[in-house]
Structure formats: structure tokens, C-alpha cells
């Protein structure tokens, strides 16, 4: 498949699995790529994808990851451990002017192409997405959800940053005697991760997706589980982060109902953090953020810088309904 408009520079096609290499390394080099616009993590999934790369003649210079859901549909597959994809950019050492322009460009293209391609779409973009007036200029609903990134170039200025009730939890946690256990079996984590989501009356349904997840990221060494313990060898808490060559996510986690729960979950996302720096040195850890208030509200006492992450959403509706909104939007752009 290959699409051009006719009135754009671009050239829009489908990537074929020969050249998935070529998809891996532009997302290593962009600014926005993740480990979940990789063809490592879509094929983990086993689900069906499609990548399409945006040309300048032989030059990839943008490209869009879609998981295909459904007839017609597409968005992240499994969404709950695939929290960014969609949209990415070639580096730039341009102007600021030139790159943005290029950028909007490229993703006026591609929201276009989308919009032939798919009824429904819904994707969530990575923080370095800033600009999406191109997919509103095409009609998509535009979302806004958060998350929180903590800079890791010094890990006393990581605790200094700390909330003050969570460096004294932490401290606790280790008086009591709680110790971290690292690289442990990934069945214990979701055995933890589940036991969190019956408690709160969910069914916990990420099971048989993470464990084929597990098994690919093991073996090429991007991804680590941590068990917090207390002296009894008694696991209490859980964290599983997954990590690429520009930083660590947080994806999984879990806890036993005990007072001493809340401490072994927050020392065992220390150590977390600590491997991120120490181990794998990377200078970024990303929380991967909750809009669940007590969620939010631990992720935030690390002490990270609370970032904006934009969702896009399409649905195709019939003719009449679009004439309508448009004329309502006209009218509202005269007042």
C-alpha cells in the first residue's frame, strides 16, 4: 500500500517485514521512539500490527505504529502494558521553525492516511509528542493524560526531590528489616499484580499477553522484576519495568494486604529506580502515570516532573452528522 495526496511532498507506505530493521533503528534514533514502537515488543504481543513509514523519495523521515483491533479499528494493542504509540519523527538539528513545520507536515500526512485507512482509532502518544494541531485540524478528538518522569543523573538529588513522607517510608521499610530481591520469576509479580486487582474487585485479564511479553524481553535483557520481602522471606510487594536504550518504564505491579504493604511496594520501586541508574544507566525512569488518584498520588511522592501525554481518538461518522459540526464549528470560529 502506498498513499499520497496528491498535494503533499510525502509518501506514505506499508512496511514490510524486511524492512523491520530499518523501522527498529528509526525508532532508536527518534526523539520519540519507545520500546513499544518496536517490532520486539508488537511481535510480543502477537497481535496484529502495521507500521507505516513516511518518505521523502528513499528517506524515512516519519512513521506511524498501529496495533489493527477489530474490523477497521486501530490503537495500542492490550493497552493496559502498551501505554505509548502512534506517531514518530526523524532527529532534527534544524531551526525550531523548520522542525515543527516539518513535523506538522509529516503528521497532517498521516492523519490523513489514517482516516482512508480506519474507522476508529485511538492511540496514546509518548510525552515528546507536543504538537497535535495537525490530527485536530483532521477532525480527531484530542485527550490529555499525565505521567511522571524522574531525571536520574543524580540519585542524591532523585531522594533530595523525594516527598518527606515517602524518604521516611522508605526508610522504615529497611529498619523493619524488609529486603528487595531482584530478577526474581515474573509469576510472582503477576501472582501479586493480581492479588492487588481482587481486592479492588477487577478481574485481572493481562496475564497470558505479559507473560509472552516476559518471555521475549528476557532473553535480549530489557526487562527485571523486584520483590520486596519481609524477614520471614515473605513477599509483600512487587514492581516489573521494562527499559529501551532512552530510559526504564514502570508497566506492572502488585501487593499483599498488610500494613506493610505500601512500604515494601514504594522500597522495592526504589530499588527499581536504583538498577535504572546504577545498573543500566539510563538518565530517565518513567512511572508511565495513572489518572486514579492514589495511584497518581504515589507515583508523585518520588519526587519525578509530572509531564503531559495527548491521546488521539477518531470514529467516522455519517455525512449528515459531519455537516453539522462543521457548521457549528464555523460559526463558533465567527464569534
Known amino acids: 500500500m502506498s498513499s499520497n ?19 527498529d533503528e528509526f525508532v532508536r534514533l527518534s526523539p520519540q521512539g519507545t520500546l ?15 507500521l507505516f513509514g513516511v518518505f521523502r523519495g528513499k528517506v524515512l523521515c516519519g512513521g506511524f505504529a498501529a496495533g489493527l483491533l477489530g474490523r477497521r479499528g486501530a490503537g495500542a494493542p492490550y493497552p493496559s502494558i502498551t501505554p505509548y504509540l502512534g506517531i514518530l519523527y526523524a532527529p532534527s538539528d534544524g531551526k525550531y521553525v523548520t ?15 489514517l482516516k482512508r485507512e480506519f474507522d ?32 536520574l543523573q543524580d540519585l542524591a538529588a532523585v531522594w533530595g526531590n ?4 515517602r524518604r521516611n517510608r522508605l526508610g522504615s521499610a529497611e529498619k523493619q528489616g524488609l529486603i528487595v530481591k531482584v530478577g526474581v520469576d515474573f509469576s510472582e509479580v503477576m501472582r501479586l499484580s493480581e492479588r492487588s486487582f481482587e481486592r479492588q474487585g477487577l478481574a485481572a485479564t493481562i496475564r497470558p499477553v505479559a507473560q509472552r511479553v516476559e518471555a521475549r ?16 522471606d515473605e513477599p509483600l510487594g512487587a514492581v516489573w519495568i521494562v527499559w529501551d536504550e532512552k530510559r526504564a518504564y514502570y508497566l506492572i505491579g502488585g501487593y499483599e494486604h498488610s500494613e506493610k504493604s505500601n512500604k515494601a511496594v514504594s522500597l522495592a520501586m526504589w ?37 503531559p501525554t495527548y491521546t488521539i481518538k477518531y470514529r467516522r461518522v455519517g455525512l449528515g452528522y459531519r455537516i453539522a459540526r462543521k457548521l457549528y464549528r464555523m460559526a463558533n470560529e465567527r464569534d
Open 217 to 232: 524481553l528476557r532473553p535480549v535483557n530489557q526487562c527485571m522484576g523486584f520483590l520486596a520481602c519481609d524477614r520471614d
Open 162 to 165: 523525594m516527598d518527606a513522607t
Open 36 to 50: 513499544f514502537h518496536t517490532t520486539l515488543w508488537l511481535n510480543a504481543l502477537e497481535a496484529p500490527f502495521r
Open 99 to 113: 522542525r515543527i513545520s516539518h513535523e506538522k507536515e509529516v503528521a497532517g500526512t498521516v492523519a490523513a492516511c
Open 120 to 151: 476508529r482509532i485511538s492511540f496514546r502518544f509518548p510525552p515528546e509528542i507536543v504538537d497535535v494541531q495537525p490530527f485536530i485540524w483532521e477532525e480527531f478528538q484530542v485527550g490529555l493524560r499525565y505521567t511522571y518522569r524522574v531525571s
Open 271 to 307: 530499588r527499581a529506580i536504583q538498577f535504572t541508574a546504577n545498573d543500566l544507566h539510563l538518565p530517565e525512569f518513567d512511572f508511565e502515570g495513572s489518572m486514579i488518584p492514589a495511584v497518581e498520588r504515589f507515583f508523585r511522592k518520588f519526587g519525578g516532573t509530572l509531564l
Open 5 to 23: 495526496d496528491g498535494s503533499s511532498k510525502f509518501e506514505i507506505r506499508v512496511l514490510e517485514s524486511n524492512q523491520f530493521a530499518q523501522w
